[in-house]
C-alpha cells in the first residue's frame, strides 16, 4: 500500500521559514516524479514545485521561485520543500504528490498519489 505522509508544518510568522517532508511508503521514490501543491480555503489546489526522479530537474510557480525550493532523497525516501521569506498569502495545507511520469508534472490529474497535508499558516 503506498503511503505519502507529510510533517513539518506549523504556524510562523511572516519572513520565518518551514521545512515540509514527505516520507513515501509501499513504493521506491527513484522512480516517481514528485511534486508539492497547496490548497488554500476556498481555493482550487495549486501547483508549487516540482522535481525529477534523480533530482536534477526542478519547477516551481513563479510567486515562490527564489523562496522555496524542493529536493529529494530517494535513498530515504524523502521529498523536502524548504520554504523561506514565508508570507501570509502561503498559508494553505500543503501536499506531496507522486507521478509515475518520466518529466515534472505540474497538474494535479498527472500524479498517481497523494499524501493528507499539512498546514502551513503564516501570521502577519
Sequence with gaps: QVQLVESGGGLVQAGDSLRL???ASGLTLSNY?????R?????EREFVAAISRSGSSTYYVDYV?????ISRDNAKNTLYLQMN??????TAVYY???TRRFVVAT???????WGQGTQVTVSS
Design 33 to 37: 516524479a514528485m511534486g508539492w501543491f
Design 21 to 23: 517532508s514527505c516520507a
Design 65 to 69: 521561485k527564489g523562496r522555496f525550493a
Design 96 to 98: 506531496c504528490a507522486a
Design 107 to 113: 497538474t494535479p490529474n498527472e500524479y498517481n498519489y
Design 39 to 43: 490548497q488554500a480555503p476556498g481555493k
Design 85 to 90: 521569506s514565508l508570507k501570509p498569502e502561503d
